[in-house]
Protein backbone atom coordinates (compact mmCIF):
# COMPACT_ATOMS: atom_id res chain seq x y z
CA UNK A 1 0.00 0.00 0.00
CA UNK A 2 2.85 2.55 1.03
CA UNK A 3 4.64 1.57 -1.98
CA UNK A 4 2.03 2.25 -4.59
CA UNK A 5 0.80 5.42 -2.78
CA UNK A 6 4.58 6.31 -3.01
CA UNK A 7 4.45 5.58 -7.04
CA UNK A 8 1.51 7.25 -7.50
CA UNK A 9 2.66 10.76 -5.72
CA UNK A 10 6.16 10.33 -7.65
CA UNK A 11 4.06 9.75 -10.99
CA UNK A 12 1.72 12.87 -10.17
CA UNK A 13 4.93 15.27 -9.51
CA UNK A 14 6.85 13.68 -12.69
CA UNK A 15 3.48 14.97 -14.81
CA UNK A 16 3.69 18.53 -13.16
CA UNK A 17 7.78 18.61 -13.29
CA UNK A 18 7.19 17.69 -17.31
CA UNK A 19 4.42 20.19 -18.00
CA UNK A 20 5.97 23.26 -15.86
CA UNK A 21 9.24 22.13 -17.68
CA UNK A 22 7.60 22.62 -20.96
CA UNK A 23 6.62 25.83 -20.22
CA UNK A 24 9.74 26.94 -18.67
CA UNK A 25 11.57 25.40 -21.90
CA UNK A 26 9.36 27.47 -24.35
CA UNK A 27 9.51 30.72 -22.34
CA UNK A 28 13.36 30.55 -22.66
CA UNK A 29 13.01 29.50 -26.16
CA UNK A 30 11.14 32.01 -27.11
CA UNK A 31 12.92 34.62 -25.17
CA UNK A 32 16.31 33.61 -27.73
CA UNK A 33 14.21 33.21 -30.96
CA UNK A 34 14.86 37.18 -31.80
CA UNK A 35 18.08 37.75 -31.47
CA UNK A 36 19.49 34.74 -34.52
CA UNK A 37 17.19 36.62 -36.95
CA UNK A 38 18.52 39.91 -36.33
CA UNK A 39 20.44 39.77 -39.93
CA UNK A 40 17.01 39.23 -41.33
CA UNK A 41 15.55 41.81 -39.64
CA UNK A 42 17.77 44.38 -40.82
CA UNK A 43 17.46 43.54 -44.52
CA UNK A 44 14.29 42.92 -44.65
CA UNK A 45 13.21 46.33 -42.66
CA UNK A 46 16.42 48.52 -43.01
CA UNK A 47 16.68 49.23 -39.44
CA UNK A 48 20.06 49.36 -36.82
CA UNK A 49 21.22 47.05 -34.82
CA UNK A 50 20.25 49.77 -31.81
CA UNK A 51 16.56 49.25 -32.84
CA UNK A 52 16.60 45.33 -33.03
CA UNK A 53 18.50 45.36 -29.73
CA UNK A 54 15.34 47.64 -28.40
CA UNK A 55 13.08 45.35 -29.37
CA UNK A 56 14.59 42.49 -27.35
CA UNK A 57 14.54 44.87 -24.72
CA UNK A 58 10.73 45.62 -24.77
CA UNK A 59 10.24 41.69 -24.96
CA UNK A 60 12.24 41.66 -21.19
CA UNK A 61 11.86 44.75 -19.68
CA UNK A 62 8.45 44.77 -20.05
CA UNK A 63 7.67 40.92 -19.18
CA UNK A 64 10.23 41.78 -16.48
CA UNK A 65 8.59 44.37 -14.77
CA UNK A 66 5.48 42.44 -14.24
CA UNK A 67 6.76 39.32 -12.90
CA UNK A 68 5.97 41.37 -9.54
CA UNK A 69 2.24 41.92 -9.99
CA UNK A 70 1.83 38.65 -11.60
CA UNK A 71 3.82 37.01 -8.49
CA UNK A 72 0.92 38.54 -6.45
CA UNK A 73 -2.14 37.37 -8.89
CA UNK A 74 -0.20 33.89 -8.14
CA UNK A 75 -0.53 33.87 -4.27
CA UNK A 76 -3.95 35.57 -4.34
CA UNK A 77 -5.57 33.39 -7.63
CA UNK A 78 -3.39 30.44 -7.47
CA UNK A 79 -0.92 29.70 -10.26
CA UNK A 80 -2.73 27.14 -13.04
CA UNK A 81 -4.77 30.50 -14.74
CA UNK A 82 -2.07 32.91 -14.72
CA UNK A 83 0.25 30.59 -16.28
CA UNK A 84 -1.83 29.21 -19.32
CA UNK A 85 -3.00 32.74 -20.19
CA UNK A 86 0.60 33.92 -20.04
CA UNK A 87 1.69 30.75 -22.00
CA UNK A 88 -1.27 31.38 -24.83
CA UNK A 89 -0.23 35.42 -24.68
CA UNK A 90 3.82 34.22 -25.60
CA UNK A 91 2.79 31.29 -28.12
CA UNK A 92 -0.12 33.75 -30.07
CA UNK A 93 2.36 36.62 -30.01
CA UNK A 94 5.34 34.72 -31.33
CA UNK A 95 3.12 33.16 -34.48
CA UNK A 96 1.43 36.62 -35.27
CA UNK A 97 5.40 37.78 -35.90
CA UNK A 98 5.33 35.56 -39.00
CA UNK A 99 2.68 38.22 -40.75
CA UNK A 100 4.61 41.52 -39.73
CA UNK A 101 4.62 43.63 -42.47
CA UNK A 102 6.93 45.85 -40.93
CA UNK A 103 9.37 46.42 -37.94
CA UNK A 104 6.95 48.42 -35.57
CA UNK A 105 4.55 46.11 -35.79
CA UNK A 106 7.05 43.18 -34.81
CA UNK A 107 8.49 45.44 -31.80
CA UNK A 108 4.62 45.80 -30.86
CA UNK A 109 4.34 41.59 -30.77
CA UNK A 110 7.87 41.74 -29.11
CA UNK A 111 5.99 43.84 -25.93
CA UNK A 112 2.95 41.49 -25.92
CA UNK A 113 5.15 38.54 -25.89
CA UNK A 114 6.59 39.39 -23.12
CA UNK A 115 3.74 40.24 -21.06
CA UNK A 116 3.08 36.66 -22.12
CA UNK A 117 6.63 35.95 -20.69
CA UNK A 118 6.28 37.17 -17.27
CA UNK A 119 3.81 34.82 -16.01
CA UNK A 120 6.90 31.60 -15.78
CA UNK A 121 8.81 32.17 -12.96
CA UNK A 122 6.13 33.11 -10.47
CA UNK A 123 3.66 30.57 -11.51
CA UNK A 124 5.89 27.57 -12.10
CA UNK A 125 7.98 28.36 -8.56
CA UNK A 126 4.16 28.74 -6.95
CA UNK A 127 3.51 25.17 -8.56
CA UNK A 128 6.85 23.31 -7.76
CA UNK A 129 6.64 24.09 -4.35
CA UNK A 130 2.76 22.75 -3.63
CA UNK A 131 3.12 19.95 -6.01
CA UNK A 132 6.37 18.56 -5.47
CA UNK A 133 7.47 16.76 -1.72
CA UNK A 134 10.03 18.58 0.12
CA UNK A 135 13.04 15.98 -0.16
CA UNK A 136 12.55 16.20 -4.03
CA UNK A 137 12.85 19.62 -4.46
CA UNK A 138 16.41 20.08 -5.00
CA UNK A 139 16.95 18.26 -8.33
CA UNK A 140 13.33 19.74 -9.24
CA UNK A 141 14.62 23.43 -9.24
CA UNK A 142 17.85 21.61 -10.83
CA UNK A 143 15.76 20.41 -13.38
CA UNK A 144 12.85 23.33 -13.85
CA UNK A 145 16.03 25.19 -14.46
CA UNK A 146 18.16 23.02 -16.85
CA UNK A 147 15.13 22.78 -19.07
CA UNK A 148 14.80 26.20 -19.40
CA UNK A 149 18.54 27.09 -20.68
CA UNK A 150 18.31 24.22 -22.52
CA UNK A 151 15.54 25.72 -24.59
CA UNK A 152 17.98 28.96 -24.28
CA UNK A 153 20.86 26.57 -26.16
CA UNK A 154 18.96 25.11 -29.04
CA UNK A 155 16.94 28.04 -29.61
CA UNK A 156 19.38 29.69 -32.07
CA UNK A 157 20.22 26.76 -33.96
CA UNK A 158 16.75 25.88 -34.36
CA UNK A 159 15.19 28.83 -35.43
CA UNK A 160 18.74 29.56 -37.76
CA UNK A 161 17.95 26.31 -39.24
CA UNK A 162 14.27 26.53 -39.74
CA UNK A 163 14.54 30.01 -41.06
CA UNK A 164 17.02 29.17 -43.65
CA UNK A 165 14.69 25.97 -44.28
CA UNK A 166 11.38 27.28 -44.57
CA UNK A 167 11.92 31.34 -44.38
CA UNK A 168 12.04 33.32 -40.53
CA UNK A 169 7.84 33.72 -40.68
CA UNK A 170 7.02 29.98 -40.97
CA UNK A 171 10.09 29.19 -38.72
CA UNK A 172 8.34 31.60 -36.25
CA UNK A 173 4.69 30.88 -36.87
CA UNK A 174 5.88 27.12 -36.02
CA UNK A 175 7.42 27.53 -32.93
CA UNK A 176 4.68 29.97 -31.66
CA UNK A 177 2.18 26.62 -32.65
CA UNK A 178 4.48 24.58 -30.16
CA UNK A 179 3.57 26.74 -27.74
CA UNK A 180 -0.31 26.45 -28.23
CA UNK A 181 -0.17 22.97 -28.18
CA UNK A 182 1.79 23.05 -24.55
CA UNK A 183 -1.23 24.95 -23.40
CA UNK A 184 -3.56 22.67 -24.95
CA UNK A 185 -1.75 20.06 -22.77
CA UNK A 186 -1.59 22.11 -19.45
CA UNK A 187 -5.39 22.88 -20.04
CA UNK A 188 -6.15 19.04 -19.47
CA UNK A 189 -4.32 18.62 -16.74
CA UNK A 190 -6.40 19.05 -14.39
CA UNK A 191 -4.03 19.90 -10.72
CA UNK A 192 -0.79 19.09 -12.17
CA UNK A 193 0.06 22.86 -12.77
CA UNK A 194 -2.44 24.26 -9.77
CA UNK A 195 -0.68 26.01 -6.57
CA UNK A 196 -3.59 26.52 -3.75
CA UNK A 197 -4.11 30.76 -3.67
CA UNK A 198 -3.76 31.89 -0.11
CA UNK A 199 -6.36 31.52 2.19
CA UNK A 200 -9.17 34.35 2.23
CA UNK A 201 -8.01 36.14 5.21
CA UNK A 202 -4.66 35.37 5.58
CA UNK A 203 -1.92 37.64 6.42
CA UNK A 204 0.44 38.37 3.30
CA UNK A 205 4.04 39.13 4.31
CA UNK A 206 4.77 42.50 5.24
CA UNK A 207 6.90 44.97 2.53
CA UNK A 208 10.04 44.76 4.70
CA UNK A 209 10.02 40.70 4.82
CA UNK A 210 9.47 40.77 1.03
CA UNK A 211 11.98 43.57 0.39
CA UNK A 212 14.37 42.48 3.01
CA UNK A 213 18.18 43.12 2.60
CA UNK A 214 19.08 39.69 1.23
CA UNK A 215 16.29 39.76 -0.91
CA UNK A 216 17.41 43.39 -2.85
CA UNK A 217 21.08 41.66 -3.01
CA UNK A 218 19.48 38.43 -4.89
CA UNK A 219 17.70 41.84 -7.19
CA UNK A 220 21.35 43.22 -7.07
CA UNK A 221 22.59 39.18 -8.63
CA UNK A 222 20.04 39.09 -10.82
CA UNK A 223 20.06 42.02 -12.51
CA UNK A 224 24.17 41.56 -12.70
CA UNK A 225 23.71 37.81 -13.97
CA UNK A 226 20.88 39.25 -16.63
CA UNK A 227 23.22 41.65 -18.21
CA UNK A 228 25.87 39.04 -18.52
CA UNK A 229 23.64 36.17 -20.02
CA UNK A 230 21.46 38.92 -22.19
CA UNK A 231 24.84 40.28 -24.08
CA UNK A 232 26.27 36.77 -24.61
CA UNK A 233 22.40 35.49 -25.97
CA UNK A 234 22.05 38.49 -27.93
CA UNK A 235 25.45 39.88 -29.23
CA UNK A 236 27.92 36.80 -29.48
CA UNK A 237 27.21 35.89 -33.44
CA UNK A 238 27.73 39.21 -34.48
CA UNK A 239 30.24 40.00 -31.97
CA UNK A 240 32.59 36.87 -32.98
CA UNK A 241 32.16 37.84 -36.28
CA UNK A 242 33.16 41.15 -36.07
CA UNK A 243 36.46 40.08 -34.22
CA UNK A 244 37.67 36.79 -35.71
CA UNK A 245 35.28 37.28 -39.25
CA UNK A 246 33.43 33.98 -38.05
CA UNK A 247 30.84 33.37 -40.70
CA UNK A 248 27.13 32.97 -38.62
CA UNK A 249 26.75 29.14 -38.64
CA UNK A 250 30.55 28.93 -37.13
CA UNK A 251 29.64 31.79 -34.52
CA UNK A 252 26.34 30.15 -33.98
CA UNK A 253 28.01 26.86 -32.68
CA UNK A 254 29.97 28.59 -30.83
CA UNK A 255 27.13 30.18 -29.12
CA UNK A 256 25.46 26.94 -29.23
CA UNK A 257 28.36 25.14 -27.25
CA UNK A 258 28.26 27.71 -24.65
CA UNK A 259 24.64 27.63 -23.99
CA UNK A 260 24.71 23.72 -23.86
CA UNK A 261 27.51 23.93 -21.46
CA UNK A 262 25.30 26.46 -19.49
CA UNK A 263 22.29 23.69 -19.22
CA UNK A 264 24.39 20.68 -18.22
CA UNK A 265 26.19 23.43 -15.40
CA UNK A 266 22.70 23.70 -13.74
CA UNK A 267 22.27 19.54 -13.91
CA UNK A 268 26.02 19.45 -12.29
CA UNK A 269 24.92 22.12 -9.59
CA UNK A 270 21.61 19.81 -8.95
CA UNK A 271 24.25 17.43 -7.58
CA UNK A 272 26.06 19.48 -5.30
CA UNK A 273 25.04 19.12 -1.82
CA UNK A 274 23.15 21.94 0.14
CA UNK A 275 25.57 23.06 2.38
CA UNK A 276 25.80 26.55 2.41
CA UNK A 277 29.74 26.88 2.61
CA UNK A 278 30.29 24.85 -0.13
CA UNK A 279 27.22 27.13 -2.53
CA UNK A 280 29.29 30.39 -1.53
CA UNK A 281 32.71 28.69 -2.46
CA UNK A 282 31.18 27.49 -5.78
CA UNK A 283 29.55 30.15 -6.66
CA UNK A 284 32.50 32.28 -6.36
CA UNK A 285 35.20 30.35 -8.19
CA UNK A 286 31.96 30.04 -11.17
CA UNK A 287 31.04 33.50 -11.68
CA UNK A 288 35.02 34.39 -11.27
CA UNK A 289 36.70 32.08 -12.99
CA UNK A 290 33.34 32.22 -16.13
CA UNK A 291 34.26 36.06 -16.16
CA UNK A 292 37.66 35.92 -16.43
CA UNK A 293 37.22 33.62 -19.63
CA UNK A 294 34.44 35.26 -21.18
CA UNK A 295 37.01 38.60 -21.21
CA UNK A 296 39.54 36.69 -22.33
CA UNK A 297 37.30 35.33 -25.70
CA UNK A 298 37.42 39.18 -26.64
CA UNK A 299 41.09 39.12 -26.83
CA UNK A 300 41.92 35.83 -28.11
CA UNK A 301 42.14 34.57 -32.27
CA UNK A 302 42.23 31.02 -31.27
CA UNK A 303 39.98 29.67 -34.11
CA UNK A 304 36.17 28.01 -33.68
CA UNK A 305 37.16 24.91 -31.75
CA UNK A 306 38.96 27.23 -29.49
CA UNK A 307 36.62 29.96 -28.68
CA UNK A 308 33.95 27.44 -28.29
CA UNK A 309 36.05 25.72 -25.79
CA UNK A 310 37.05 28.78 -24.24
CA UNK A 311 32.83 29.81 -23.90
CA UNK A 312 31.54 26.54 -23.10
CA UNK A 313 33.75 26.03 -19.75
CA UNK A 314 32.46 29.62 -19.11
CA UNK A 315 29.33 28.63 -19.72
CA UNK A 316 29.17 25.84 -17.47
CA UNK A 317 30.48 27.72 -14.73
CA UNK A 318 27.33 29.95 -15.46
CA UNK A 319 24.91 27.19 -14.78
CA UNK A 320 26.79 25.68 -11.80
CA UNK A 321 25.53 28.06 -9.21
CA UNK A 322 21.87 28.44 -10.12
CA UNK A 323 20.49 25.55 -8.24
CA UNK A 324 21.95 27.33 -5.14
CA UNK A 325 20.86 30.23 -5.73
CA UNK A 326 16.91 28.76 -5.87
CA UNK A 327 17.65 26.58 -2.47
CA UNK A 328 18.98 29.98 -0.67
CA UNK A 329 16.24 31.82 -2.64
CA UNK A 330 13.38 29.69 -0.98
CA UNK A 331 15.07 29.44 2.88
CA UNK A 332 14.77 33.07 2.59
CA UNK A 333 11.16 33.48 1.42
CA UNK A 334 8.98 34.43 4.16
CA UNK A 335 5.52 31.18 3.74
CA UNK A 336 3.12 32.28 1.24
CA UNK A 337 4.88 34.11 -0.21
CA UNK A 338 6.61 32.76 -3.21
CA UNK A 339 4.88 34.08 -5.85
CA UNK A 340 5.71 37.99 -5.21
CA UNK A 341 9.44 36.95 -4.07
CA UNK A 342 10.14 35.69 -7.07
CA UNK A 343 8.76 37.63 -9.14
CA UNK A 344 10.35 40.60 -7.82
CA UNK A 345 13.99 39.19 -7.72
CA UNK A 346 13.14 37.61 -11.09
CA UNK A 347 12.71 41.52 -12.19
CA UNK A 348 16.32 41.86 -11.81
CA UNK A 349 17.11 39.33 -14.32
CA UNK A 350 14.69 40.19 -16.87
CA UNK A 351 15.65 44.53 -16.86
CA UNK A 352 19.43 42.80 -17.00
CA UNK A 353 18.76 40.52 -19.72
CA UNK A 354 16.71 43.21 -21.31
CA UNK A 355 19.13 45.95 -21.02
CA UNK A 356 21.87 44.01 -22.63
CA UNK A 357 20.67 43.71 -25.63
CA UNK A 358 20.10 47.81 -26.29
CA UNK A 359 23.54 48.12 -24.58
CA UNK A 360 25.88 45.74 -26.64
CA UNK A 361 23.81 46.78 -29.45
CA UNK A 362 25.13 50.51 -29.21
CA UNK A 363 28.97 49.03 -28.93
CA UNK A 364 27.71 46.79 -32.07
CA UNK A 365 26.46 49.80 -34.49
CA UNK A 366 30.80 51.61 -33.29
CA UNK A 367 32.52 49.06 -33.77
CA UNK A 368 33.44 47.84 -30.61
CA UNK A 369 32.73 44.46 -30.15
CA UNK A 370 35.35 43.06 -27.75
CA UNK A 371 33.07 44.77 -25.16
CA UNK A 372 30.60 42.92 -25.40
CA UNK A 373 32.97 40.06 -23.71
CA UNK A 374 34.52 42.33 -21.79
CA UNK A 375 31.72 43.76 -19.69
CA UNK A 376 29.90 40.58 -19.48
CA UNK A 377 32.61 39.62 -17.90
CA UNK A 378 33.01 42.17 -15.66
CA UNK A 379 28.75 42.13 -14.73
CA UNK A 380 29.43 38.11 -13.59
CA UNK A 381 32.07 39.18 -10.90
CA UNK A 382 29.80 42.14 -10.32
CA UNK A 383 26.80 39.06 -9.98
CA UNK A 384 29.10 37.10 -7.41
CA UNK A 385 29.92 40.12 -5.16
CA UNK A 386 25.75 40.86 -4.61
CA UNK A 387 25.20 36.88 -4.01
CA UNK A 388 27.75 36.72 -1.31
CA UNK A 389 26.56 39.84 0.29
CA UNK A 390 23.08 38.12 -0.04
CA UNK A 391 24.18 35.39 1.73
CA UNK A 392 26.23 37.23 4.59
CA UNK A 393 22.89 39.10 5.43
CA UNK A 394 20.81 36.30 5.50
CA UNK A 395 23.14 34.66 8.48
CA UNK A 396 22.43 37.97 9.75
CA UNK A 397 18.94 37.68 9.96
CA UNK A 398 16.88 36.69 12.69
CA UNK A 399 15.44 32.87 12.16
Not at 367 to 393: I, K
Request: hydrophobic residues 55%; glycine residues 14%; charged residues 10%.
Amino acid sequence: MARTAEAGATAGENRTLALVGAGHFLSHFYALTLPPLFLYFRDEFSVSYALLGAMVTGYAVVGGVLQAPVGLAVDRWGARPVLLAGLALNAAAITAMGFAPGYWVLALLAVAAGIGNSVFHPADYAVLVARIREHRLPRAYSLHTFLGFFGTAVAPITISSLAGWMGWRNALMLVGAAGIATVLAMAMSGAAVASPPRARGAAAAAPAERLSLPILLFFGFFAAYGMASGGIMSFTVIGLGKLYGLDPASAGAVLTTALLALAFGILAGGELPDRERLQVYVTGAALVGGGALTVLAGFADIGVVGLALLLGVAGFAMGVVLPARDLILRRITPPGSTGRVIGFVFVGLSVGGGLAPLLFGWTMDREWPALLFLGCGAFLVLAFLCSFGAVLAARRMPR
